[in-house]
């Protein structure tokens, strides 16, 4: 059987990718991954022996430079991948499994060569439900007094739409489809898949969309943690990790003080994560310690409390360990993660994406409480961790070879 698994987005939408990627070769499947060009996305990929077939600009790149001036254009710039590179990568596997930012042009790649196609989502808060509102995408706010859950869900459809139909319908004309008139319903399919824990992440439906929930694709992580940050956990108490992954962060907010100084005032010791912020440490003092990327898995154990930005990979590391969390939304679904630790008394939701020291403080306090505490070590317990054994099999058992 060869499977093809596609993304455009960053380490939070490669790594579940690169996770799946191990378990369908563990069960003697071959393996593409289509994914952005950078580096650590390379390296990710080359370490669970999957093939990587770069496409798109560099992420990393984008998040930390000059975003495109242009939705739209970017927006047919990834059509056309999908259709050129990621259709001839497509061209002799059985599968194709799409995810991360809007894969407009995968179905229909899957549609001409006649393969199963699958779309899996990362989070469920991208999909129509009662439960939620839909989160930013560009395009024009929504008119004033409009308050209806499915009219917002229903202008969601109207901006993909708006960014993605003209580019989509011109490449499916190209090759013999014919058009389409929903992107975002089209991109779903009839059955979803949802690779998010249950517990984190419940599935709670507003349309008949059919949804195939399969727990988080996680990758075990067997590194060890450094020597000299082994040393400087253990030369004191838990310090308060501080990381915001792919998140470039305000540079108008210098979130390393002002983190640093709300740990500190809660008596604690700091671990600073660098991240594409690039975030560093604040002075020379010996209750603080910077690191680049590391084995989190391993380290949530043996920290006081995460403080991060919300993304579903940190947010169910972090529930996995037992760790009260302080998040820090930024954008897309990280304010409904947000929302979603709160709810479960797991740790705090700061209000909005740029913290002061008064309203980092007040959430680390409320992190930090023995309560909180006790929450998160229950829930831990709850998280599941098969998810990719469960969508493998999906995969494997419900596919035809196409030879």
Same mark, same amino acid.
């Given at each position: 059987?060869?499977?093809?698994?596609?993304?455009?987005?960053?380490?939070?939408?490669?790594?579940?990718?690169?996770?799946?990627?191990?378990?369908?070769?563990?069960?003697?499947?071959?393996?593409?991954? +289509?994914?952005?060009?950078?580096?650590? !996305?390379?390296?990710?990929?080359?370490?669970?022996?999957?093939?990587?077939?770069?496409?798109?600009?560099?992420?990393? &790149?984008?998040?930390?430079? &000059?975003? %495109?001036?242009?939705?739209?254009?970017? &927006? &047919?710039?990834?059509?056309?991948?999908?259709?050129?590179?990621?259709?001839?990568?497509?061209?002799?596997?059985?599968?194709?499994?799409?995810?991360?930012?809007? %894969?407009?042009?995968?179905?229909?790649?899957?549609?001409?060569?006649?393969?199963?196609?699958?779309?899996?989502?990362?989070?469920?808060?991208?999909?129509?439900?009662?439960?939620?509102? *839909?989160?930013?995408?560009?395009?024009?706010?929504? *008119?004033?007094?409009?308050?209806?859950?499915?009219?917002?869900? @229903?202008?969601?459809?109207?901006?993909?739409?708006?960014?993605?139909?003209?580019?989509?319908?011109?490449?499916?004309?190209?090759?013999?489809?014919? %058009?389409?008139?929903?992107?975002?319903?089209?991109?779903?399919?009839?059955? %979803?898949?949802?690779?998010?824990?249950?517990?984190?992440?419940?599935?709670?439906?507003?349309?008949?969309?059919?949804?195939?929930?399969?727990?988080?694709?996680?990758?075990? @992580?067997?590194?060890?943690?450094?020597?000299?940050?082994?040393?400087?956990? @253990?030369?004191?108490?838990?310090?308060?990790?501080?990381? !915001?992954?792919?998140? *470039?962060?305000?540079?108008?907010?210098?979130?390393?003080?002002?983190?640093?100084?709300?740990?500190?005032?809660?008596?604690?010791?700091?671990?600073?994560?660098?991240?594409?912020?690039?975030?560093?440490?604040? @002075?020379?003092?010996?209750? +603080?310690?910077?690191?680049?990327?590391?084995?989190?898995?391993?380290?949530?154990?043996?920290?006081?409390?995460?403080?991060?930005?919300?993304?579903?990979? =940190?947010? =169910?590391?972090?529930?996995?360990?037992?760790?009260?969390?302080?998040?820090?939304?930024? !954008?897309?679904?990280?304010?409904?993660?947000?929302?979603?630790?709160?709810?479960?008394?797991?740790?705090?939701?700061?209000?909005?994406?740029?913290?002061?020291?008064?309203?980092?403080?007040?959430?680390?306090?409320?992190?930090?409480?023995?309560?909180?505490?006790?929450?998160?070590?229950?829930?831990?317990?709850?998280?599941?961790?098969?998810?990719?054994?469960?969508?493998?099999?999906?995969?494997?058992?419900?596919?035809?070879?196409?030879?």
């Amino acid at each position: 059987m060869r499977v093809l698994l596609m993304a455009y987005g960053s380490r939070g939408d490669i790594a579940p990718l690169a996770a799946l990627a191990a378990t369908l070769r563990e069960l003697g499947a071959q393996v593409r991954v +289509c994914a952005p060009p950078d580096e650590e !996305f390379a390296e990710l990929l080359a370490s669970v022996g999957a093939e990587h077939v770069p496409f798109g600009r560099d992420v990393r &790149a984008l998040r930390t430079g &000059a975003p %495109p001036s242009d939705a739209a254009a970017f &927006a &047919a710039e990834l059509v056309a991948a999908h259709f050129e590179t990621v259709g001839k990568a497509a061209e002799d596997c059985d599968v194709l499994v799409a995810s991360g930012l809007m %894969p407009a042009g995968v179905r229909s790649v899957a549609e001409k060569l006649g393969i199963r196609y699958v779309y899996a989502g990362f989070h469920p808060f991208e999909m129509p439900s009662a439960h939620y509102l *839909p989160s930013g995408r560009p395009g024009p706010p929504p *008119p004033p007094g409009m308050t209806d859950n499915q009219a917002l869900w @229903d202008l969601d459809a109207q901006k993909v739409n708006a960014l993605y139909l003209q580019p989509l319908n011109a490449h499916r004309a190209a090759i013999g489809l014919a %058009p389409v008139d929903n992107v975002r319903d089209h991109v779903f399919g009839d059955r %979803p898949w949802l690779a998010v824990d249950p517990v984190l992440g419940p599935w709670e439906k507003l349309t008949n969309l059919d949804v195939l929930q399969t727990g988080a694709w996680i990758l075990p @992580d067997e590194r060890p943690l450094p020597a000299d940050l082994e040393a400087f956990l @253990d030369a004191g108490t838990s310090p308060v990790y501080v990381g !915001f992954g792919s998140m *470039p962060m305000s540079p108008a907010t210098d979130i390393a003080q002002i983190a640093v100084e709300a740990a500190r005032a809660q008596g604690r010791r700091v671990l600073v994560s660098r991240g594409w912020a690039d975030l560093a440490l604040v @002075d020379g003092a010996d209750d +603080c310690f910077a690191v680049g990327d590391v084995n989190h898995q391993a380290l949530f154990h043996r920290v006081a409390a995460v403080v991060h930005h919300g993304g579903a990979g =940190t947010t =169910t590391t972090a529930a996995r360990a037992g760790a009260p969390q302080v998040v820090v939304p930024q !954008f897309v679904d990280q304010p409904h993660w947000a929302a979603r630790v709160a709810e479960l008394g797991i740790g705090a939701a700061h209000d909005g994406p740029t913290p002061t020291l008064e309203s980092l403080s007040a959430a680390l306090r409320t992190a930090l409480t023995p309560e909180t505490t006790a929450r998160a070590q229950a829930v831990a317990g709850t998280i599941r961790t098969d998810g990719t054994t469960v969508a493998a099999k999906l995969l494997l058992d419900r596919s035809t070879p196409r030879r």
